[in-house]
Nanobody, 124 residues
Framework: QVQLAESGGGLAQPGESLRLSCAASGLTFSSYMMAWFRQAPGKEREFVASITRLGTTYYTDSVKGRFTISRDNAKKTMYLQMNSLKPEDTAVYCC??????????????????WGQGTQVTVSA
């Protein structure tokens, strides 16, 4: 049974940093691309970043240069370092493994397993 546990969210002021973690179990973590998505109130879930099993990274334009995705395959954990946070980064952040590639890595429909998410709120 695939289980994903996100942590590290919280309240931050604009310009501050947070580091999210995603601990995975029930799957061969090192074999899959992993991704972060986020969903703000009243909006659809959107792609944030992803990392292939070999470490190639992809980011949505709005976070490039501010967020860094990484993974530790030995710990079965993925991270998202978020710097220079903005109010528009406020959302619930979820991680997901891309177990059954079908289409585009940035589409949420590409992912079958999700964690509960961790709330990130950026406000002065």
């Amino acid at each position: 049974q695939v289980q994903l546990a996100e942590s590290g969210g919280g309240l931050a002021q604009p310009g501050e940093s947070l580091r999210l973690s995603c601990a995975a179990s029930g799957l061969t973590f090192s074999s899959y691309m992993m991704a972060w998505f986020r969903q703000a109130p009243g909006k659809e879930r959107e792609f944030v970043a992803s990392i292939t099993r070999l470490g190639t990274t992809y980011y949505t334009d709005s976070v490039k240069g501010r967020f860094t995705i990484s993974r530790d395959n030995a710990k079965k954990t993925m991270y998202l370092q978020m710097n220079s946070l903005k109010p528009e980064d406020t959302a619930v952040y979820c991680c997901a493994p891309r177990v059954y590639p079908r289409s585009n890595y940035y589409s949420s429909s590409e992912y079958d397993y999700w964690g509960q998410g961790t709330q990130v709120t950026v406000s002065a």
